[in-house]
């Protein structure tokens, strides 16, 4: 897994073993999740632990796209299928994606803040971590979406890398430069969050933020009006799919290259009945 010190990580429950017996559907996760917040050598490791033990499938959270590759190529030198979950892997031969809909959520995102806006103003755009598939993937969309909105200006654009504190930090940067900013959209919620305690009082109100995961505390904020809005995410339904793409992959069924998952805009409207 990525890190599960990201709360978008926590959520999937039952959904996701890293490894799979193809017979009985057991799954083996331990306490291995690895992120740029460890060492990415420890994904390599991680697949050479489970390789060993005879799994005949692998799911994979990838640490980011390309660092991804060669713990991918452990797998493939023995002939252990593999699916990807949440980030694509930009190498090796990874048996099918599993993630959710980025560019539409991205387009979602930017239809919501314009629109929140009077499609006219000044808006900033947090960037996912460099080198991810989701980040790439969110940015395209909300670019195409923004488009379509001539009013509407992007003043200021930085990678926060999916981190609270860096959204925060990023955030008051850009308001030094840009005090008259309108609108924010954060690749995802915690730079929101973080994005939204640079704001102070002015957040979800004289600044409209967007985010994008729908993680509870990103949930509680639309509750509370201190963000606009998210893009939600489905990490249970993403899970699941993951373990029943290994299972094929286990069965030697052929399998698409990738698997989009639908988002879900919450707002204040039904930020109170979502669960994800």
Not at 196 to 216: E, I, N, Q, Y
Request: charged share 25%; with cysteine.
């Amino acid at each position: 897994m990525t890190c599960l010190g990201q709360p978008w990580f926590r959520p999937p429950g039952p959904g996701c073993p890293v490894a799979v017996d193809g017979d009985t559907g057991d799954g083996d996760t331990g306490d291995r999740s690895a992120g740029r917040s460890a060492h990415r050598t420890q994904q390599i490791n991680q697949m050479e632990t489970f390789t060993s033990q005879d799994v005949r499938a692998a799911v994979i959270n990838p640490v980011d796209s390309d660092a991804a590759v060669p713990a991918v190529g452990v797998a493939n030198r023995v002939n252990v299928p593999v699916i990807s979950i949440d980030r694509g892997v930009n190498g090796g031969k990874a048996g099918s994606t599993i993630a959710s809909d980025n560019v539409m959520g991205g387009r979602l995102a930017a239809k919501t803040l314009a629109e929140s806006l009077g499609g006219r103003g000044k808006v900033a755009f947090l960037e996912g971590q460099p080198g991810t598939s989701a980040a790439r993937e969110r940015g395209q969309g909300f670019e195409e979406g923004i488009r379509k909105y001539p009013g509407i200006q992007v003043v200021a654009r930085r990678p926060a890398d999916f981190d609270r504190t860096k959204g925060m930090d990023v955030m008051a940067n850009m308001l030094q430069a840009h005090r008259d900013i309108g609108g924010v959209f954060a690749a995802n919620d915690e730079m929101a969050l973080g994005a939204s305690k640079a704001l102070g009082a002015r957040s979800g109100k004289d600044v409209k933020v967007v985010a994008f995961d729908g993680t509870p505390d990103g949930v509680t904020a639309v509750r509370r009006g201190t963000l606009t809005a998210t893009v939600a995410q489905q990490p249970k339904l993403l899970g699941k799919k993951a373990v029943d793409w290994a299972l094929k992959a286990a069965r030697g069924e052929k399998l698409p290259a990738s698997v989009k998952v639908p988002v879900v805009l919450v707002t204040s409207d039904n930020a109170a009945s979502f669960d994800g």
